[in-house]
């Protein structure tokens, strides 16, 4: 059995995993890391390990694949995918200026919070700056119809076929079952659930000029004098988005690592792109 997996990143991945887990005191993590062109998974870390020659000794919740089982609200990263959706739709461009009003906004009977005080900002700025309150401005005029289908083109909600027992599928609400606040929550990561496999596919789509690939971990399978008897090659899943959309995307989000809330993250020689 031939795995996509690299001995040397996936080592790396453990490693730092671990430091973090420990330092943060965290209980649990996972790292996945993805080939966004090919969906081939790289590295496809956790913590707590266990020794795999030894199970029993192991305490079960330890043995569980969190990458593909575990469900979390996923945040502030969801942020990209209302952009994207926004400008897919070409709601409006990256310098519509919105007013974070100081970091305190009244809205359907909540209040809500910036980490810091903005006042306008352009679109652009708003996901640099990973403004809470921009964000749902933004979210509000594209809607909630068309913030479901974004959801559900880079795949939220439905399981990826990675083809490991127990991936589940994640909750994306349909808007008929949103409350008054859900326009408000889900367009910065709250009141969804997705996986972190998920999260990595969607964002390896952004990077692949728009499409989506299904995760791959085997390459191929052959016999005893090495025959390949089934190969498995790179499966896409759909288009998510627009190329020019895709690279709209990751341009805003150099910019949150150059200048914005992501600058721990760049690479001295390297282009890089993300979202805290």
Not at 231 to 241: F, K
Request: proline letters at 4%; aromatic letters at 6%.
């Amino acid at each position: 059995i031939h795995l996509t997996l690299d001995e040397v990143i996936q080592s790396i991945a453990e490693r730092a995993l671990a430091e973090t887990c420990k330092k943060r005191n965290a209980l649990g993590g996972s790292i996945v890391v993805m080939d966004p062109k090919s969906g081939d998974i790289l590295a496809m870390a956790m913590y707590p390990l266990y020794d795999l020659n030894n199970a029993k000794a192991s305490n079960i919740e330890n043995r569980r694949n969190r990458a593909i089982t575990d469900l979390f609200e996923p945040g502030s990263v969801f942020k990209v995918f209302t952009l994207a959706g926004i400008l897919q739709e070409k709601i409006f461009g990256l310098d519509e200026k919105f007013n974070c009003e100081q970091g305190n906004w009244a809205v359907a009977g909540k209040v809500l919070h910036d980490h810091h005080g903005y006042g306008m900002l352009a679109f652009r700025e708003i996901i640099e700056k990973s403004s809470n309150i921009g964000t749902v401005k933004g979210a509000m005029r594209l809607g909630a119809n068309k913030l479901y289908k974004t959801m559900k083109d880079f795949g939220f909600g439905t399981r990826t076929g990675i083809g490991l027992a127990g991936e589940i599928n994640g909750l994306v609400p349909h808007p008929k079952n949103w409350s008054r606040s859900s326009i408000i929550n889900i367009p910065i990561g709250q009141g969804v659930a997705v996986t972190p496999i998920q999260l990595v596919s969607a964002f390896g789509a952004i990077a692949n000029n728009g499409l989506l690939m299904k995760p791959r971990l085997l390459t191929h399978i052959d016999d005893a004098q090495g025959k390949i008897i089934q190969s498995y090659d790179p499966e896409p899943v759909r288009q998510a988005i627009s190329k020019e959309t895709a690279i709209q995307v990751r341009t805003v989000l150099e910019g949150v690592v150059s200048r914005g809330t992501g600058k721990k993250a760049a690479v001295p020689g390297f282009r890089a792109a993300g979202k805290t």
